[in-house]
């Protein structure tokens, strides 16, 4: 029988480089993973560009690949992500930040640019919502909390642009900017001047607000500042059901790939304990994408711990999350009818604590998906298989062939 489903698994991050704590192995090789060996087995392994050969992707950019939408034409800079992910929802044509909340001291100088890494900002985001009015510039404003001390804002107005630069001086201990426009155009003038007045007047929103009263009184700094930066207007991409025919799910919790699923209009299914990092609720997000597959021909599941650990370069670490992340699969073994395509989005070696652009090691396992000779799912053995090196482009076209969703090229 013919798989009618596709689950794509990206283990975010997951690829490295050989790391000197592990003997030289990668922590994939490290890891003890008899469940994913078990797929690469039966499957067909190879290793992949996400994006393109010597690029280095962003968590971003890869997933739109993985999608199959070229992130050369499709990619309009973080903020509308991040604020879908938020669940702002987007127009096209609106503009798009992703945003912190932050500490100022007395003197106006940045003393914390997470807020003490506040968290539970819903009420200080409704606040801003109903006190800031931005209609003497012609423009309306969506804002929302995300996880922990981020949120969103999306600007909505006649002839905004999405060339202006941020007020985070990035460092502690200087000032914030004002936002300028980094172009002549009207256009972005116009978005600078209503991002300089929303700083403006959410600020002493958040002064006097009861929560940061609160916080003070308990010597924790308050959030009065919110950092805007990553502006990106929202464009029209075209929907995942339009271009492909397959309704789907993403599962995730970090609020940039969710955004790049509502982007393409896949629905975010939220899960309890999902964090997005090392102590999520991995067996949460499997049931969760089983229970989806019972009802949706494509799930996209993010799981994004491995990635968290290399950029803290912790290599023993990341081996074991590995490890957990394979227990977890084990359910996945029983599933019928479905084609299990399992990926990172990107290398993070822990030795560099960023984003490389080493090819990641990828399985397809399914009925009637042809096998290798591969045994192991890492880095080095899936260089071994019968896909050999694709592009991440290529994946959803494979998959989709897979499944007999395909169209003919030619007579
Ligand atoms: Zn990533
Ligand atoms: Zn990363």
Known sequence: MTASRILLLVLDGISDRPCRELGHLTPLQAANTPVLDRIAREGICGIMDTIGA???????????????????SCYTGRGPLEALG????????????????????????????????????????????????????????????????????????????????????????????????????????????????????????????????????????????????????????????????????????????TGIGRAVGLEHVSVEGATGSMDTNLEGKVRAAIGELGRREFVLMNIKGADEASHDGLAREKAAFIERIDASLQPLEELEGVLLVICGDHSTPCAIREHSADPVP???????????????????????????????????PIALDLINKAHKYGA
Not at 54 to 68: A, E
Not at 233 to 245: L, Q
Not at 363 to 390: K, M, P
């Open 86 to 257: 938020c669940g702002i929802r987007m127009e096209p044509g609106m503009i798009g930040f992703r945003c912190n909340y932050a500490t100022i001291g007395s003197d106006g100088r940045v003393l914390d640019r997470r807020a003490g890494r506040i968290h539970r900002t819903q009420p200080l985001s409704e606040a801003i919502e109903e006190g800031v009015d931005l209609s003497s510039l012609g423009v309306s404003f969506v804002f929302r909390s995300g996880a922990g001390h981020r949120a969103a804002l999306a600007l909505k107005g006649n002839r905004l642009g999405a060339n202006v630069s941020s007020n985070d001086p990035k460092k502690e201990g200087l000032f914030p900017m004002q936002v300028r426009p980094l172009t002549e155009r009207e256009e972005d003038r116009r978005t600078a001047d209503a991002c300089n007045e929303f700083v403006r007047q959410s600020k002493e929103v958040l002064e006097k607000h009861p929560l940061n009263r609160e916080r003070i009184a308990r010597g924790e700094p308050p959030a009065n500042l919110v950092l805007v930066r990553g502006a990106g207007e929202m464009g029209h991409i075209e929907p995942f059901g339009e271009r492909y025919g397959l309704e789907g799910s993403v599962i995730s919790a970090a609020a940039l790939v």
């Open 362 to 396: 990828v399985v397809i396992h399914g009925d009637g998906v042809r096998t290798d000779g591969v045994a192991s799912f890492d880095e080095i053995s899936c260089a071994n298989g019968g896909l050999h090196r694709i592009s991440g482009l290529s994946l959803m």
């Open 54 to 72: 010597g690029v280095r992707p962003g968590s971003d950019t890869s997933h739109l690949s993985l999608l199959g939408y070229d992130p050369k």
